[in-house]
């Protein structure tokens, strides 16, 4: 079974319409690969829900990713199908290691291991399509917020870099929350040749005022990456920047860059909580805490931003985060705390989730320890190093036709 022909032609109609049409050209390519129906379900921004892209005549209900097959398939990156539903098989949606959804496949072929292969090829150029086609209308942004989102979040969502990024030696993935009322929060990352830079930014304040500053932090960032300049350079820049445009204000961050040859990683902490180091499927200690004043406060003092040099051996972990995440208090007041974010973490390794999902779970674990209202956004970002002899895979079970 050949995914080739149904894979070009869908290539070829998507560039002559618009996003809205997508689930139609889709569903028409299903006789190609012996199917009766496709249907695309795209992830909510929280991550609860997956939410079903509908052409004419079809109808589908939201499905939870907890609890169902289709949430299995989203979770889990395998393909998943039910023994009292033979016909119907779901297929994860992956840009890279980017997860955007699931595909629902009917066939009476969906039992032939077959199908399935053709099924991951199609889901490739589906979650391809989708991504390139997004821009150019609203759709796909409207499905996926369940709530009306502020435009405090709309600046900073609009900033953000895919939430996961992975080659064969590195990866990286983040989250953020809350989704549709964030503030100050926003991180950046960016590979050029053998080093992989990475900026977590917690701009103070909330609401316009913090989303504002934020944007000008990363665009700061950006602009000093792109120019070639050191951690120290960098660093200093944003800090006048900040002091300049919103004199009184402030950002933590934690800037790093990380040679994925030599697993050299070097750190800036700019006032923020230290990131965590985890190897052998555990969290092994803390990474020095502030070598540098709040971005925008530089001025107080004459020190210049100190760079902290970490070896890391093949398989860490580097996990970074927000205070919102260890601030975060329950129905007693007490703090989430850093003990427990460790104690989540090596639970998760140990389970060997992949590491997309790992931050999906941290996320949401979060938010029900403070009974679904956080008090600040709470943002965190997983950096790995697997160099080509380390023998553990990069993503578990990530599909072998993903590009």
């Avoid at 499905?143 to 939430?163: D, F, N, S």
């Avoid at 549709?180 to 590979?191: N, P, S, T």
């Avoid at 020190?303 to 051996?313: A, G, I, K, N, S």
Wanted: net charge negative; with cysteine.
């Amino acid at each position: 079974m050949d995914a080739g022909p149904a894979v070009r032609w869908l290539q070829l109609a998507a560039s002559r319409g618009g996003p809205e049409e997508l689930p139609l050209l889709v569903a028409q390519a299903a006789p190609t690969i012996g199917a009766t129906q496709l249907v695309i379900y795209l992830a909510d921004y929280t991550q609860a829900r997956l939410v079903p892209m509908l052409g004419s005549g079809l109808v589908r209900d939201e499905l939870s990713i907890e609890t169902t097959l289709a949430g299995r398939a989203f979770t889990s990156l395998d393909v998943q199908r039910a023994t009292d539903d033979p016909d119907r098989i779901w297929v994860p949606l992956l840009v890279g290691c980017e997860r955007i959804g699931v595909l629902e496949v009917v066939s009476t072929a969906a039992g032939e291991q077959a199908l399935e292969g053709t099924a991951r090829e199609l889901a490739v150029s589906v979650a391809q399509v989708l991504v390139n086609r997004r821009p150019y209308g609203d759709v796909v942004e409207r499905l996926r917020r369940r709530l009306p989102m502020q435009v405090a979040a709309e600046i900073v969502w609009g900033l953000l870099p895919p939430l996961t990024f992975a080659t064969d030696d590195t990866m990286i993935t983040a989250i953020l929350e809350p989704c549709y009322d964030v503030g100050g929060d926003i991180f950046d990352y960016a590979l050029n040749g053998d080093v992989l830079s990475v900026g977590l930014f917690d701009t103070c304040g909330h609401g316009i005022k913090a989303s504002s500053l934020a944007s000008l932090v990363v665009s700061s960032y950006r602009n000093a990456r792109r120019c070639g300049l050191d951690l120290v350079a960098t660093a200093s820049s944003i800090d006048r920047w900040v002091r300049s445009e919103h004199p009184g204000y402030f950002a933590t961050a934690l800037l790093a860059e990380l040679d994925r040859v030599t697993g050299r990683l070097r750190m800036i902490n700019a006032g923020h909580p230290g990131a965590l180091l985890l190897r052998d499927g555990k969290a092994i200690r803390e990474l020095p805490g502030p070598t540098a004043l709040p971005l925008g406060l530089g001025h107080l003092s004459a020190r210049r931003p100190q760079v902290h040099e970490e070896d890391l051996h093949p398989g860490d972990r580097v996990l970074a985060y927000t205070d919102g995440i260890t601030d975060a208090r329950g129905t007693g007041g007490q703090r989430f705390g850093v003990d427990r974010l460790v104690d989540f973490v090596n639970r998760a390794l140990n389970d060997r989730l992949p590491t997309p999902e790992t931050m999906r779970r941290l996320v949401r674990a979060v938010v029900a320890y403070q009974d679904g209202e956080l008090d600040d956004d709470a943002t965190a970002i997983f950096l790995e190093w697997r160099p080509p002899r380390s023998p553990l895979a990069l993503l578990h079970d990530l599909p072998a036709t993903g590009p």
